[in-house]
């Protein structure tokens, strides 16, 4: 192992100010990403880097990481941060060669593109640098296509290209963006999949049908995990608190009047109502089975719970059917709203108006489902006004957090209510673990 | 103490590490910093807090977490009966103010283990094992200690360390740590271990294992972990067992026979088993010739099957 070299003060001091000033950058690059570093941290990297010196790569990127980072994820994080940062001198020979070839290679496209576009109805569509190289990226078959609906519609009054150059670049730029989804996927499951874990982390819709006994099974096992904590959090052994006098002395009574044992009070707990707005539509039979297990999981744990099943139209479900996974699976699958299209405002607005009312501010409103549904606006008002009716309102989305902020239905209602991601076993176990433990007002 | 002292105690302890591990505790050890170390079960998390102890020459005070663990148990009780007697043995017969004094010293302390950590004249290491199976109240009740050293105790005052243990934390993960416990602590991760470190480790800690059979069983276990049906991965501790046991059975061969027989000491879930047996029916069904085991499924097939 390589230890500190003896070097002059005068050129440590001078490369410890250049160090900790890369330091200071390296952490606000950390902090970018989402790691929490404050200054005692950062006083720490500094002491450590004092002690053992920058020689040794390897040494310097394990101090950091054990100071900084404090979680796996931090820790994945940290290394890809460390591994730009500070680079080799090879390293950063590879990325100057890496930025010329797509320096390049861009250079080239948007000259095929000039080229290909030259003469062509196509030219007052593709007009930026960044549009043109993007054009060049379309298959022959996609620029063909293009051509021929221009060509078929230039000069008709109605249905003029022109008129619809708007609408043709939105179409085009949210291609972009899924194009751009699927690659940061692509990149992240190489980064983030954690191997002893495996299957807890990985994305539910990625699930293929030999995955899913083992997911239920350990849904299984993490319904009774919770069940078990919930019901040891109920029972405390309670040794702390304020003194019930009354319980004590009637204790104190079978001793000789003898206080030996001491009675502390026990909070009360309120006990919350949970109503669960499920979206059982086509966009979310992928996720049908973890849904409904899921479900089942939060009705053993919070026993007040009403469970309504929503697409275009909306039922409640039967509490017998929740007893039994098989029964009630077939009971949804049976019930005529399985599998079609979604329309939540609909579905709240019926809840909103129930008579005696379903929602209250001693409820917990819970709607599980991908947001994507028809008449938005109608189902942004219905959210807040069932927001205004229970005491709170969470929104479980199987979709992955990182994705939303390419969909717009996601974006919107994150804004008015707590959306929590349970794409992967691990945050669907989060979720449960976090309402269960809050309808149970602990 | 240096990093390559360090390294040399845990060689001499026969814990088999590399330097990434060990830089990791010489900072936690050099900044004071308690140490939160995560992996799955069995990779050596509470092994590092016992193996540190005997590097430092310290004592070793455990803590085992549980639900429902609070400070009661953790930290301090009064002997209340003892009070009690003593309230009947010296009534009349001590002054008032002084007898209420008396109650509340050392006598009528029950000293649990983070109050024994900080009260040590001698630096101890404190292992507060399996953090994640406390509650999230303890967890709270903890930061004060970790972060200033101190306790405080409503009848006597505050505590304040007499010597400054190393602390170090293990989960399993089971439930997610707090945020801010998390800031305290010097952060470790340890994975399941490459197959030349697990080799290494199988040697040390089964001494006399069939070198060919001990080849044969990381290189089974490896392909386990690899299985993302097997739910629950065999982790070093298994290995070590199922080492064991084969050796103890004069196993020099890891057939599909001998696999089939002693799968239970290397997984340890009903659905694991099944599926770690299907497997070898499935892709080695028709052979009945008990070849030398290993392939996807977690065996290898030797020269057999190549």
Known sequence: ?442 | MDLVTLKQKFEEEKYICDDHLVTVLYVALQLGRPLLIEGAAGVGKTEIAKVMADALGRDLVRLQCYEGLDESKSLYEWNYQKQLLSIQINMGKTNEEELTRSLFSDEYLLERPLLRSIRSKKPVVLLIDEIDKSDEEFEAFLLELLSDHQVSIPEIGTIRAESIPFVVLTSNRARPISDALRRRCAYLYIEYPEPEKELRILRAKVPGVDERLAVQIVSAVHGFRDNEAILKKPSIAETLDWASALQALGVRDLTQEILKDTVGFVLKNNEDIETVLNSVNACCGDDETGDRYACHCGHSHGESHG
């Open chain 1, 1 to 442: 192992m390589h230890v500190t070299a003896v070097i002059p003060t005068e050129r440590v001091m001078a490369d410890f100010e250049i160090y900790l000033e890369k330091l200071r950058l390296f952490s606000s690059l950390l902090r970018a990403e989402g790691i929490q570093i404050g200054p005692n941290e950062t006083a720490d990297a500094c002491r450590i880097l004092l002690m053992l010196g920058f020689e040794d790569r390897d040494i310097v990127k394990t101090a950091l990481r054990t100071v900084f980072a404090k979680s796996r994820r931090d820790q994945l994080c940290f290394d890809r941060v460390f591994d730009s940062f500070f680079l080799s001198e090879e390293m950063l020979r590879a990325i100057d060669q890496k930025r010329l070839e797509s320096n390049m290679a861009r250079t080239e496209a948007i000259e095929q593109a000039n080229r290909e576009l030259a003469g062509t109805n196509l030219e007052s569509l593709f007009y930026s640098e960044a549009q043109k190289e993007a054009y060049s990226q379309l298959s022959e078959e996609e620029k063909q296509r293009l051509r021929r609906v221009r060509d078929r519609f230039l000069g008709d009054e109605i249905r003029n290209p022109d008129l619809y150059a708007n609408m043709i670049h939105s179409i085009f730029a949210r291609s972009i963006m899924e194009q751009q989804m699927l690659m940061e996927d692509a990149a992240l499951g190489r980064a983030s999949v954690d191997p002893e874990m495996g299957m807890i982390y990985r994305d539910i819709s990625e699930f293929e049908d030999s995955d899913i006994p083992k997911a239920v099974l350990y849904i299984q096992q993490l319904a009774a995990r919770i069940n078990g904590e919930l019901t040891r959090k109920r029972k405390r052994s309670g040794k702390t608190g304020m003194i019930d006098f009354r319980r004590t002395i009637r204790k104190g009574l079978e001793t000789g009047g003898m206080l030996f044992r001491i009675s502390y009070r026990r909070k009360r707990q309120r006990r919350r109502q949970f109503v669960i707005l499920c979206d059982v539509s086509g966009s979310m039979i992928r996720f049908s089975e973890f849904v409904l297990r899921f479900i089942q999981l939060l009705t053993e744990a919070v026993s007040n719970t009403r469970v309504f099943l929503f697409s275009e139209e909306m039922m409640e479900a039967d509490a017998f059917q929740l007893q039994n996974m098989d029964r009630f699976r077939e009971y949804v699958r049976e019930s005529g709203v399985y599998g079609r299209g979604t329309h939540l405002g609909r579905a709240l607005k019926k809840i909103n108006d129930q008579k005696p009312p379903v929602l209250s501010s001693g409820s917990t409103l819970l709607i599980i489902s991908d947001a994507k549904t028809v008449e938005q606006d109608h189902a942004v008002r219905e959210v807040l006004r069932a927001r205004a009716k229970a005491g709170r309102v969470f929104w479980l989305n199987p979709i992955p957090q990182r994705k939303w902020k390419y969909l717009k239905s996601s974006q919107t209602m994150e804004e008015i209510c707590t959306m929590i991601s349970c794409s992967t076993l691990s945050e669907l176990g989060s979720a449960c673990r976090r309402l269960a433990a809050g309808a149970s007002g602990q």
